[in-house]
């Protein structure tokens, strides 16, 4: 499948239904190291996100993202509306302007999306938050030979990813004040971005 605005817009309606089914994970997942929130959060926000992308037109696939970006910041608190807004923005700037984008495009698009989002964040691998599956997907699509391959080992990579940070003490955000007890707990942010790449797989893989 191209990644163009159909596609895209089919991502986040499946990236929206991914957070309502599973928002119940991670406010557990959440409520183990942070605030509690993050799948009510998430859940909010994209069902906001969607509001607005029916009822209007986009251009093009990087409308689409930024009008879920700023969905997200308005709606969504804590750290996940900022930075998930910031990957978005960022994502969507660089495919503003194209209808159709390649493998090249696509990767470069998250590589973007990721170095935005360690810049809001400050935060690097092994510090437990969803750069940790962010990281090792970008890097397996850099890898692969065409965009079907690329979509499927980012998706294999972020749930590795975000299974990693089972055993790390957090030293980012929340989670952070609890020094060891943070570790034996999943990541609530790895764990949602490793649904934005399930659900990108599903919309745009062939």
């Known amino acids: 499948m191209p990644v163009n605005r159909d596609t895209v817009l089919d991502w986040m309606r499946r990236f929206a239904g991914e957070m309502a089914e599973h928002r119940a994970e991670l406010v557990r997942l959440d409520t183990a190291i942070g605030d509690g929130d993050h799948g009510t959060n998430m859940d909010r926000g994209m069902r906001k996100a969607l509001e607005r992308l029916d009822s209007a037109d986009q251009a093009d696939a990087g409308a689409v993202l930024k009008t879920v970006a700023m969905a997200l910041v308005s709606t969504v ?39 935005g989002v360690q810049t809001r964040g400050k935060a690097e691998p092994g510090d437990k938050t969803m750069v940790d599956a962010l990281v090792p997907a970008v890097d397996a699509m850099e890898r692969a030979p065409d965009l079907d391959t690329a979509l499927k080992e980012a998706v294999d990579a972020a749930e590795r990813g975000t299974r990693d940070t089972i055993p790390m003490v957090a030293r980012k955000g929340r989670a952070s004040y609890l020094g060891e007890r943070s570790r034996g707990h999943q990541d609530p942010g790895a764990t949602s971005t490793y649904y934005l790449y399930r659900s990108a797989a599903e919309a745009l893989g062939g």
């Open 77 to 115: 608190g804590g750290a996940a509306g900022p930075l998930y807004g910031t990957l978005f923005l960022q994502m969507g700037g660089a495919l503003a302007g194209r209808d159709e984008v390649d493998l090249d495009g696509y990767v470069e698009a998250w590589r973007k999306g990721l170095q």
